[in-house]
């Protein structure tokens, strides 16, 4: 978790399985997409450093993060990779639909969790404003997208 003290895309690389001969499949939320594209960047760009083939990166898109469930159910059921990477990004408005989103992508995928069938990364960043999540998809607070990466990697 980033915060001022913690750059998040910090770990142990050694700590990190190879992943060669494994398949992810990268969700991305289109909205913020400035944010999120860049956190996808940051996520292919890890795989890749762990022996991850270009053609074993599937990359999807979505038009924005409560949509992010929907996609991992479904290449969950059509048996399409190893582990899923989820990449959205809410930033706070002045209406309540912050919170709505928020709630629901993370119970949406904790729900797939609890099935059991495959990894589904939360990478999410839900942040006060744009400044905030830019600091967290390649700023000065690290890439919410490599925590992602690092942590399917692990997972699988």
């Known amino acids: 978790m980033a915060t001022a003290l913690h750059n998040l895309s910090e ?3 050694a700590a990190v399985p190879s992943g060669k001969g494994r398949r992810f499949v990268i969700v ?7 944010v999120t594209n860049a956190m996808a960047e ?4 890890t795989l890749k450093q762990y022996d991850v083939a270009d053609d074993n990166i599937i990359i999807k898109h979505v038009p924005g993060t409560f ?7 479904k290449c ?7 582990a899923v990477i989820c990449l959205g990004c809410v930033i706070q408005g002045e209406t309540r639909h912050f ?10 995928l904790s729900a797939l969790n609890a099935e059991g069938k495959i990894p589904v990364i939360f990478g999410v960043l839900t942040t006060d404003n744009l400044q905030q999540a830019l600091e ?11 925590e992602a990466a690092v942590t399917a990697l692990k997972m699988i």
């Open 11 to 13: 770990y142990d690389a």
């Open 28 to 34: 991305v939320a289109e909205w913020n997409a400035q």
């Open 42 to 45: 940051g996520a292919i760009k």
């Open 67 to 73: 949509e992010l469930t929907f996609a991992a159910a």
């Open 76 to 82: 969950i059921r059509n048996n399409e990779c190893d």
């Open 99 to 108: 919170d709505f989103i928020c709630e629901g992508v993370a119970n949406g």
């Open 136 to 146: 967290r998809s390649g700023g000065k607070l690290g890439n919410k997208g490599i």
